[in-house]
């Protein structure tokens, strides 16, 4: 966990104490350790990692968790499938959620990995349930959402997964942002991205199996 975090600090994808990362503690379980509120992530050590269960309420005393908790504990709710997730407040994800627009398929990786458009969740306040609600409809049963004027999520079956999708969401985002300023940003044909959704199926079921 404090690797990861220390990983997306390096990356640029979060500032200061911004974002959050969290991973079940274990698989299809009802624990989550979150990295901390107000701990600069380019210092946190593993022992300021916090368990908290889906209640938020945490396993022993030690630092607060995460504002955004909810949201993390909402998407593990929603989603068995997924074991880490990463919110970032990365320069171009947050200009395309601040824009409100679906990133459309535009790169092949995108929807192999991601599982198609990357869509924008409703606006709700930070922190709270109702936000937590809307980024798991904007997610859905893909890998990466926009938050309105805010920023992004990223999910993944480890946290290894998670952070790569959140630089890929974050490339993603800024090329979708210049080609837009160009006017040229040409999705990916039709058919390609029903092969690529395909394949990304086939890599949630083959994890799914490889677990079972």
């Given at each position: 966990?404090?690797?990861?975090?220390?990983?997306?600090?390096?990356?640029g994808l979060v500032t200061g104490s911004?974002?959050?990362?969290?991973?079940?503690?274990?698989?299809?379980?009802?624990?989550?350790?979150?990295t901390p509120a107000g701990k600069r992530?380019?210092?946190?050590?593993?022992?300021?990692?916090?368990?908290?269960?889906?209640?938020?309420?945490?396993?022993?005393?030690?630092?607060?968790?995460?504002?955004?908790?909810?949201?993390?504990?909402?998407?593990?709710?929603?989603?068995?499938?997924?074991?880490?997730?990463?919110?970032?407040?990365?320069?171009?994800?947050?200009?395309?959620?601040?824009?409100?627009?679906?990133?459309?398929?535009?790169?092949?990786?995108?929807?192999?990995?991601?599982?198609?458009?990357?869509?924008?969740?409703?606006?709700?306040?930070?922190?709270?349930?109702?936000?937590?609600?809307?980024?798991?409809?904007?997610?859905?049963?893909?890998?990466?959402?926009?938050?309105?004027?805010?920023?992004?999520?990223?999910?993944?079956?480890?946290?290894?997964?998670?952070?790569?999708?959140?630089?890929?969401?974050?490339?993603?985002?800024?090329?979708?942002?210049?080609?837009?300023?160009?006017?040229?940003?040409?999705?990916?044909?039709?058919?390609?991205?029903?092969?690529?959704?395909?394949?990304?199926?086939?890599?949630?079921?083959?994890?799914?199996?490889?677990?079972?």
């Open positions: 966990m404090a690797d990861a975090a220390r990983r997306l600090a390096v990356l911004s974002g959050n990362v969290s991973a079940r503690v274990v698989p299809a379980g009802n624990l989550m350790a979150i992530y380019a210092e946190l050590e593993g022992g300021d990692v916090v368990v908290a269960d889906f209640e938020v309420e945490t396993v022993e005393d030690g630092l607060p968790p995460s504002s955004e908790s909810l949201l993390h504990a909402a998407i593990y709710v929603r989603r068995p499938d997924v074991e880490a997730v990463v919110h970032t407040h990365s320069t171009f994800a947050t200009v395309a959620a601040v824009g409100g627009d679906a990133i459309p398929p535009l790169v092949d990786e995108m929807v192999i990995y991601a599982g198609g458009a990357i869509e924008v969740s409703e606006y709700a306040f930070p922190g709270t349930q109702e936000l937590a609600d809307a980024v798991c409809d904007a997610l859905g049963p893909r890998n990466a959402a926009l938050i309105r004027n805010h920023g992004a999520v990223a999910v993944g079956r480890d946290l290894a997964e998670a952070v790569d999708l959140a630089t890929l969401v974050e490339r993603v985002a800024q090329v979708f942002v210049f080609t837009s300023l160009m006017g040229k940003a040409v999705e990916l044909p039709s058919e390609v991205v029903a092969i690529e959704k395909a394949l990304f199926e086939m890599r949630k079921t083959a994890s799914g199996e490889a677990e079972a």
